[in-house]
């Protein structure tokens, strides 16, 4: 029996996408950071947001046109759709700042980009193994475990505002931050959803 051989070329350009996050996840703190440096560091990752996106229709096409993929063509939208979020919550976070015009961000803000870097490199690392899903169990158990933990710190961070930041504009400006932020680890923590999907149906 003649059998067709899988198209690899859509793991391939997924691992891209996913390390445009992780370069998007680099970029976060200098843009968050203040300075001079900040400006050409959100101007990098709108840049970078645009390339991402570039990336992620070249999946869609790649998924399109091929006949057999190494896993379900439904799973491999629904990856490119949630990493490609990931990226957009980065890039929305470092561009509120940017308009708002803030500065002096509490640290909780930079322990959340911490969590988010890390969330960035072990999805990347699990994306480029995506035909070895079912050897992945601790990548999502930590992402999942991570997401938690932002979740944490975004509920302090917010409260400690709400108790101790007496202009109301700049708490609104820090919660909608926060919580891009936030969000950016709910995404990921939904990337790992899929990964685990992926495994899960056992291709």
């Known amino acids: 029996m003649f059998l067709l051989p899988r198209e690899r070329s859509v793991t391939d350009l997924l691992g891209a ?3 445009h996050v992780v370069a998007g996840a680099q970029l976060l703190p200098q843009a968050l950071g203040g300075g001079p440096g900040a400006a050409a560091a959100v101007e990098a990752l709108t840049r970078l947001e645009s390339t991402a996106d570039e990336s992620t229709h070249e999946v869609v096409r790649r998924i399109n046109a091929s006949l057999v993929l190494p896993f379900a063509r439904s799973d491999a939208y629904l990856l490119a759709s949630a990493l490609d979020d990931c ?3 980065v890039t929305a976070a ?16 930079f322990d959340v980009v911490a969590v988010l870097q890390r969330q960035a490199e072990l999805t990347a690392t699990a994306v480029r193994h995506l035909e070895r899903a079912r050897d ?5 158990v930590e992402v999942n475990r991570l997401e938690n933990h932002a979740s944490s710190l975004y509920r302090s961070a917010v409260t400690a505002l709400m108790s101790d930041e007496p202009d109301l504009r700049r708490v609104i400006a820090l919660r909608d931050v926060l919580g891009r932020l936030k969000a950016a680890a709910d995404s990921f923590e939904v990337v790992a959803h899929r990964v685990e999907l992926v495994a899960v149906k056992g291709t």
């Open 87 to 89: 990226l957009d919550h």
């Open 136 to 140: 992945l169990a601790d990548y999502w």
């Open 94 to 109: 470092a561009d509120l700042v940017h308009r708002y015009h803030l500065e002096d961000l509490p640290l909780a803000t």
């Open 17 to 19: 996408s996913a390390d």
